[in-house]
């Protein structure tokens, strides 16, 4: 899941007694592991958080071609192209699912795609990082997609059902994605030249630390996740699948010979975890609030991207108005 600080709209969990009847019914459906779906009765902070969370995560999906896009064009070998030409296009198909899943919901996408244009919405922060090298493909295959696949099967089982089943094919697709990336990082760490290694580890230590931003900031500072994690729309607290990432990743750093950029990291044997360092989250809010070294690119180019495509919508339109006219003759 690419969604950060989604909110709620409810700061503390209310307890059972505070709920209305149709509110305790609901919440005993997903006690149950009951499936909501779009026509079912749901409380409005439900439906707005899902709202609010899905076309996030679908911002991200559109967003996040742009850095690896900007490759496709000096891809080493044709091989490498018509690989990262096939990644790119599957984000665009993810970003189409989950807007489908969020109209369920009410709402249009004319709508969100407006709120991301306006700076109203919201995209994951990772997005808004420069790819420098060629190593930074790799990195955002690894680390990036690899921290998006801990997030989002969960979300295969969450509560909601047009969002639980959109995500079953967007992580098979993301596991390819992530394992495109860890193999250009192998044949560059293990089997390229010094300078190419070289290359990867710098790329490591600048991705490294965002990536691990990606969910989210520290439970104690994520007022929301209590209330998400109530209606299972999230199964699983930030700093649990933050953990995750890191005790996954360190030993596939080990394999490529890449060094994690974070002196304090180490083996805890008493919790059988890594212990890591203290994330920067100053740099995680300032790149939220539109900081970050990439974040008035990136808008500009999907502003851009919408208003030359305008002309193709209009076309469509046309097209569907006069067939249902010729079918209504």
Same mark, same amino acid.
């Given at each position: 899941?690419?969604?950060?600080?989604?909110?709620?709209?409810?700061?503390?969990?209310?307890? @059972? &007694?505070?709920?209305?009847?149709?509110? #305790?019914?609901?919440?005993? $459906?997903?006690?149950? /592991?009951?499936?909501?779906? =779009?026509?079912?009765?749901?409380?409005?902070?439900?439906?707005?958080?899902?709202?609010?969370?899905?076309?996030?995560?679908?911002?991200?999906?559109?967003?996040?071609?742009?850095?690896?896009?900007?490759?496709?064009?000096?891809?080493?070998?044709?091989?490498?192209?018509?690989?990262?030409?096939?990644?790119?296009?599957?984000?665009?198909?993810?970003?189409?699912?989950?807007?489908?899943?969020?109209?369920?919901?009410?709402?249009?996408?004319?709508?969100?795609?407006?709120?991301?244009?306006?700076?109203?919405?919201?995209?994951?922060?990772?997005?808004?990082?420069?790819?420098?090298?060629?190593?930074?493909?790799?990195?955002?295959?690894?680390? @990036? &997609?690899?921290?998006?696949?801990?997030? #989002?099967?969960?979300?295969? $089982?969450?509560?909601? /059902?047009?969002?639980?089943? =959109?995500?079953?094919?967007?992580?098979?697709?993301?596991?390819?994605?992530?394992?495109?990336?860890?193999?250009?990082?192998?044949?560059?760490?293990?089997?390229?030249?010094?300078?190419?290694?070289?290359?990867?580890?710098?790329?490591?230590?600048?991705?490294?630390?965002?990536?691990?931003?990606?969910?989210?900031?520290?439970?104690?500072?994520?007022?929301?996740?209590?209330?998400?994690?109530?209606?299972?729309?999230?199964?699983?607290?930030?700093?649990?699948?933050?953990?995750?990432?890191?005790?996954?990743?360190?030993?596939?750093?080990?394999?490529?010979?890449?060094?994690?950029?974070?002196?304090?990291?180490?083996?805890?044997?008493?919790?059988?975890?890594?212990?890591?360092?203290?994330?920067?989250?100053?740099?995680?809010?300032?790149?939220?609030?539109?900081?970050?070294?990439?974040?008035?690119?990136?808008?500009?180019?999907?502003?851009?991207?919408?208003?030359?495509?305008?002309?193709?919508?209009?076309?469509?339109?046309?097209?569907?108005?006069?067939?249902?006219?010729?079918?209504?003759?």
């Amino acid at each position: 899941m690419y969604a950060q600080l989604v909110e709620t709209g409810v700061k503390k969990v209310r307890g @059972v &007694d505070e709920l209305t009847g149709p509110e #305790q019914a609901f919440q005993r $459906r997903i006690d149950d /592991g009951v499936r909501i779906e =779009a026509k079912d009765w749901m409380p409005e902070a439900y439906r707005k958080t899902l709202i609010r969370q899905i076309s996030q995560h679908a911002h991200s999906e559109i967003v996040g071609m742009l850095p690896e896009g900007n490759w496709l064009t000096r891809a080493p070998s044709l091989k490498r192209k018509a690989i990262l030409l096939a990644k790119v296009q599957d984000e665009a198909g993810h970003g189409l699912y989950l807007y489908s899943a969020a109209e369920t919901l009410g709402v249009s996408r004319d709508q969100l795609v407006d709120d991301l244009h306006s700076g109203k919405a919201k995209y994951s922060s990772i997005f808004n990082y420069p790819t420098l090298t060629w190593a930074d493909i790799g990195m955002i295959g690894w680390l @990036v &997609d690899g921290s998006a696949i801990i997030n #989002q099967i969960p979300l295969c $089982r969450c509560s909601y /059902g047009p969002y639980a089943r =959109a995500m079953v094919r967007v992580c098979k697709e993301e596991s390819f994605h992530q394992r495109q990336g860890y193999d250009l990082l192998i044949e560059m760490c293990r089997n390229g030249t010094p300078e190419q290694k070289a290359m990867c580890q710098e790329a490591f230590n600048r991705w490294w630390w965002p990536a691990l931003m990606m969910f989210g900031p520290p439970d104690g500072d994520s007022p929301n996740s209590a209330q998400s994690m109530q209606w299972k729309i999230k199964l699983f607290s930030n700093d649990e699948l933050r953990q995750k990432m890191v005790d996954q990743s360190v030993p596939q750093a080990e394999y490529l010979g890449l060094t994690v950029p974070d002196p304090d990291l180490k083996w805890n044997a008493e919790r059988g975890h890594y212990d890591f360092g203290e994330i920067d989250w100053s740099e995680f809010h300032a790149v939220l609030k539109g900081n970050g070294p990439c974040n008035r690119e990136r808008l500009a180019a999907r502003v851009k991207a919408h208003e030359d495509g305008a002309w193709v919508r209009d076309a469509l339109v046309a097209h569907a108005d006069k067939q249902a006219r010729r079918k209504a003759a």
